[in-house]
């Protein structure tokens, strides 16, 4: 199972980036997705997730300015960033807890991660 995001870079103060993650290779059932980060010196916290069945939950920093979203035909589960603040700056990663088969256990599969750098 590969998951490859795409959508970060550098960007102001105030402007919007939209992240991509494909889940892609062997894959059977996916419940829930997430996007979390991580800044230099922190740990990993979440950003938002969402069920299988549409519902989410988003970090409180990020409310009202971040929607997730998903593609269940495509494996793909999306973040719009808007209002973007330099505290936003992290390295984002994007997390399936699916299984591969009908027969094994759900497990959490990881991206690469992708850089959002928010400038002042």
């Known amino acids: 199972v590969q998951l490859v995001e795409s959508g970060g870079g550098l960007v102001q103060t105030g402007g919007s980036l939209r992240l991509s993650c494909v889940v892609s290779?062997?894959?059977?059932?996916?419940?829930?997705m997430g996007w979390y980060r991580q800044a230099p010196g922190k740990q990993r916290e979440l950003v938002a997730g969402?069920?299988?069945?549409?519902?989410?939950n988003y970090a409180d920093s990020v409310k009202g300015r971040f929607t997730i979203s998903r593609d269940n035909a495509k494996n793909s589960v999306y973040l719009q960033m808007n209002s973007l603040k330099p505290e936003d700056t992290a390295v984002y990663y994007c997390n399936v807890f699916g299984s591969s088969t009908w027969f094994s256990s759900f497990s959490n599969y990881w991206g690469q991660g992708t850089q959002v750098t928010v400038s002042s």
């Open positions: 290779g062997s894959i059977f059932r996916i419940n829930s």
């Open positions: 969402i069920t299988s069945g549409g519902s989410t």
